[in-house]
T-cell receptor
């Protein structure tokens, strides 16, 4: 079966610290992968998407970067977190009938 | 004008009521339409997936797409307290493209 895993579930990080969030997909190959951020009152904002290994497209200029080192692995990173990076981060992929989301990481930058 | 508009609510209904949730959009290229349910502090869960215009039914849920009016709806029959959640509409021009989301409608079903 096809599943998507995302971790950690929650994270509290100080301003200026680095960030690494990981997402993996099982049961498929060469999926399109996405990182979204959900902030209160702003809906889901697409941050990055990837159609293959090493292929990353950025939708929003920000303090974040993404990488896809393996076919089914998608990583969201930051070298120095800002307060404004706080939010709910969601990884997603799209099988043929709709997009499936991971369980999300709630990041609080303090 | 945002590409996808959705009334944030909150919408409060008694148990057993029929719920109607709606989104409007501006991009006529959108062909794939989805509804997600999101419980507090959880990832969105796909409820309905529709291609182009028409209706689709799944249990208590019915999705409608009217491309001529650029308007989509989700109906929930015999609503239950467990339906209390935020409902997000989403759409894209092509399968594989990133989704455009509404901001979500908060629904509360009271016993």
């Amino acid at each position: 079966s096809q599943t998507i895993h995302q971790w950690p579930a929650t994270l509290v990080q100080p301003v200026g610290s680095p960030l690494s969030l990981e997402c993996t997909v099982e049961g498929t190959s060469n999926p399109n992968l996405y990182w979204y951020r959900q902030a209160a009152g702003r809906g889901l904002q697409l941050l990055f998407y990837s159609v293959g290994i090493g292929q990353i497209s950025s939708e929003v200029p920000q303090n974040l970067s993404a990488s896809r080192p393996q076919d089914r692995q998608f990583i969201l990173s930051s070298k120095k977190l800002l307060l404004s990076d706080s939010g709910f981060y969601l990884c997603a992929w799209n099988p043929e009938s709709g997009y499936t989301f991971g369980s999300g990481t709630r990041l609080t930058v303090v | 004008q945002k590409e996808v508009e959705q009334d944030p609510g909150p919408l409060s209904v008694p148990e057993g009521a029929i719920v109607s949730l709606n989104c409007t959009y501006s991009n006529s290229a959108f062909q794939y339409f989805m509804w997600y349910r999101q419980y507090s502090r959880k990832g969105p869960e796909l409820l309905m997936y529709t291609y182009s215009s028409g209706n689709k039914e799944d249990g208590r849920f019915t999705a409608q797409v009217d491309k001529s009016s650029k308007y989509i709806s989700l109906f929930i029959r015999d609503s239950q307290p467990s339906d209390s959640a935020t409902y997000l509409c989403a759409m894209s021009a092509n399968s594989g493209y990133a989704l455009n989301f509404g901001k979500g409608t908060s629904l509360l079903v009271t016993p």
